[in-house]
C-alpha cells in the first residue's frame, strides 16, 4: 500500500487504537492522529503508541488527512464524517468500523462537502476488552474486514482501502451495506442479544453454580449497553428478524424435547456441533 | 481426608481422569483402578496417570474398592451403580459425577443391593476437551461440587464426599436432587440448548463472517450430541421451563426493539451486564 502522510482515526478506543498501533507498526503512514473526547485516553493513546499526533479538537485533527476513519460508537459516526468532510483537505476519502452499515451509508453516501467521499468499513475484529490500553497492532491478523461500496463509489477508494485492510493482515469482503446489515445481525447482532437474555434471566441464587459453559454463552452480555443499544436501534429490522427465527428454532428444540422427539433432538443437536466445528476454536 | 486404599472410578473420560489424577497427586488413595469399555483409553488414562490398574471388567474393576465414582455418561449411570454394588465388597459407598441427579437419585436411592450406599454428586468442572488425554488434576481446583444426600443418607457418607471433594479443591454444597436438577437447567443446560440452537441457525454462506462473539456464544454446540441428548431426556421438565422462560425475555428484547422501547431495551441490557459482570471472565 502506498505510504500515506497522514491518517486521523476519530475515537481512540479498543478499535481504533488498534488500527493507528497495526498502521504505526507496518510503517502505512507517516503520521497518525488520534481525536477523542477526553484527553486521558489521548494519552493512553499516544503512550501505547497508537498515535503520534492527538487532538480534542475534529477540525484541527482531521486539517491534513490523506485519509479519515471514523471509529466513533455507531450511533455518532454519521455526524463525525460530516464534520470530518467540513474540515479536511478537499476531496479526502472517510471510511468508518462501524458495525452497522446501512443507514450510516445511505446517510452519507455521495453526500459529503467539498468532494470528500465516504465508504463505509467493518472490520470483524473486538474483543470484550476496551479502551486504548488493550490496543493490538495483530487485531486485524487473520480476520475479516468488510467494505460496502455503492454505485456512486470510486473504485480508486475502493482499491485503497482494500490495500489498506489487507496490509493489516484481513480478507476483505464487498458487499452491500443491506447485505451487511442482515449478516451482521445472524453472526454479531443475535449472539449479543441471546448472551445478555441468557446472563439477564439468572437469579442470583444460581450465580455460584455457573461454569465455564454459562460464562462463554454469556459473555457478549458485558458489553456497553450503550453501545448495544445503539446497534440494535441501527439494525432494528434484521436484528428483530434475526431474533424471530432464533425464536422459532427454540420452539423447535423445546418441544422436541417436551413431547419425546428424540429424532428432532438429535438430528439438531448433530447439525449444531457441524456447524459449530467448522467454525474453529 | 483418611486415605482409601482403593478407589474405583468407572468411567476414565475427562473427569473420570481428572478425579484420578487429582486422587494420585494428592495421595488420596493407594490405588486409583479406572474401568472402561475400550482398552485405548484405558491405556491413556494409565499413561497420563489418572489410574494405577484399569479393566473393562466393571466386576473385577470394583472388587477391592472402599469408594466406587462413576463417571459414565448420565444415562448409563443407574445401569452401572447396581452392577457395582453386586460386586463390590459389602457395604461399600458408590457416588457419581453425573451432570442430573433426581432420576438417577430417586432410582438408586437406598435400593443398592448388599448393604451398599449411593449418594449423589455433581462437580461444576468441565471443558469443551473429551476424554483421559485431556485430564487435569487441578480441573475442580476453586470449583463447586454438589452432594445430594437424601433423608435415607448416613452422615459419615456424606462427610467422606465432602472431605473428598474439599481435599480436589472444590467447595462442597449440599443441596436435594430436584434442587439440583432445577438449578442446572438454568445454569447448565439453558446455555448449552441456547448455544445449539444459535449454531445451527448459522446459514453456512455466513460461517466465515462470524467472530469470537459468535464463537464464544455458540462454543458449547460443540459438545457431544449424544450426552446432552441424555441430558436434555433426564432433566426434560425443568429444561423444558427454563427454555419457555428464556422465551418469553427474547420475546421481552425483540418487543423492545420492534417497539422503539429503548427505556425496556437499555435496561435489560445494563442489568444483563451487571450480572455477568459478577460473574467474573
Redesign the interface.
Known amino acids: 500500500v502506498k505510504r500515506l502522510k497522514t491518517v486521523t482515526i476519530i475515537g481512540v478506543g479498543l478499535i481504533g487504537g488498534s488500527i493507528g498501533l497495526a498502521i504505526r507498526r507496518r510503517g502505512l503512514a507517516q503520521r497518525v492522529v488520534g481525536v477523542g473526547h477526553r484527553q486521558s485516553s489521548l494519552r493512553t493513546a499516544r503512550h501505547v503508541g497508537a498515535v503520534t499526533n492527538t487532538t480534542i479538537d475534529l477540525a484541527k485533527g482531521v486539517a491534513e488527512a490523506d485519509l479519515v476513519i471514523v471509529c466513533s460508537p455507531v450511533a455518532a459516526i454519521v455526524e463525525h464524517a460530516r464534520l470530518a468532510a467540513r474540515h479536511c483537505p478537499q476531496g479526502t476519502l472517510i471510511t468508518d468500523a462501524g458495525s452497522t452499515k446501512r443507514s450510516i451509508v445511505e446517510t452519507l453516501d455521495d453526500r459529503l462537502e467539498r468532494g470528500c467521499r465516504f465508504l463505509g468499513g467493518h472490520p ?5 476488552k476496551v479502551g486504548p490500553a488493550h490496543a493490538d497492532a495483530d487485531l486485524f491478523e487473520r ?2 474486514a ?1 467494505l460496502t461500496p455503492t454505485a456512486a463509489t470510486r473504485a480508486e477508494d475502493f482499491d485503497l482501502l482494500e490495500r489498506f485492510w489487507s496490509s493489516l493482515g484481513s480478507a476483505v ?1 464487498r458487499m452491500s451495506a443491506d447485505e451487511h446489515d442482515r ?2 445481525a ?3 447482532h ?15 441464587t ?21 453501545l ?2 445503539e446497534v ?2 441501527l439494525n ?1 429490522d434484521y ?2 428478524a434475526a ?5 422459532q ?3 423447535t ?2 418441544t422436541a ?2 413431547q ?1 422427539d ?1 429424532t428432532t ?2 438430528n ?6 457441524k ?7
Open positions: 470483524l475484529a473486538g474483543s470484550e480476520r475479516v468488510i469482503i449478516a451482521m445472524a453472526t454479531s443475535l449472539p449479543h442479544a441471546v448472551a445478555s437474555v441468557l446472563a439477564v434471566s439468572l437469579p442470583e444460581y450465580f455460584r453454580l455457573t461454569g465455564s459453559g454459562f460464562r462463554d454463552t454469556s459473555r457478549l452480555a458485558a458489553g456497553s449497553p450503550q448495544w443499544k440494535f436501534t432494528r436484528v428483530v431474533l424471530g427465527r432464533f425464536g428454532q427454540l420452539d428444540l423445546r424435547i417436551e419425546h428424540e433432538l438429535e439438531l443437536l448433530i447439525q449444531a456441533k456447524n459449530r466445528d467448522a467454525l474453529g476454536s
